[in-house]
């Protein structure tokens, strides 16, 4: 394995690393306490900028050998992820923005996932990255962690329906008796 992709592995790493300890010592004790649609908004807002994955796209930015599969699939997979991301603020707190959030959540996951799977099939170069660099290495990390920490959110409030909690319309859970 050249040394390039080497760096680039333990970059990934490192930042899962960093990102982990940030979102459990400073993120996660604050939304943990909040209702969920409170404690979505952040996140949401967060991965309203995946559009910024459309720069896979852009000659220049990226190397014009970087593999197309890789490219499109990163590009608008995030993109409709932020579309997403925007749709599920608009509906919440209702109901509908829970159920949103669910399909955000799954879908944003998955494009991730899929991104790295595309370039590892497509035997991605940390180089063909070019300015683009810092989107694996940087941002999807926290963008990954971030996804675990919504599902927990909403697992958190799925149970709190269960539990005889019911979601209201100004806060998010409320108890029913």
Not at 4 to 12: R, T
Not at 29 to 35: S, V, Y
Not at 73 to 90: E, Q
Request: overall charge positive; aromatic content about 12%.
């Amino acid at each position: 394995m050249p040394q390039q992709m080497i760096l680039f592995f333990v970059s990934i790493a490192f930042s899962l690393v960093v990102w982990g300890v940030v979102t459990a010592r400073y993120i996660w004790p604050r939304l943990r306490a909040q209702a969920p649609a409170d404690a979505l908004r952040p996140i949401l807002v967060l991965h309203s900028f995946r559009y910024i994955g459309l720069a896979f796209l852009v000659r220049g930015v990226v190397s014009s050998d970087l593999p197309s599969a890789f490219a499109h699939d990163a590009a608008y997979g995030d993109l409709i992820a932020a579309v997403l991301a925007l749709t599920t603020l608009i509906l919440l707190p209702r109901a509908a923005g829970l159920g949103a959030a669910w399909v955000f959540n799954i879908w944003g996951m998955i494009d991730l996932l899929n991104a790295f799977y595309q370039a590892n099939r497509g035997g991605l170069l940390a180089g063909q990255l070019g300015a683009a660099y810092f989107l694996p290495t940087l941002i999807v990390p926290f963008l990954l962690i971030t996804h675990v920490v919504g599902f927990l959110i909403l697992v958190k409030h799925q149970r709190g329906v269960w539990a005889g909690k019911r979601f209201t319309h100004g806060s998010g859970l409320a108890n029913s008796g």
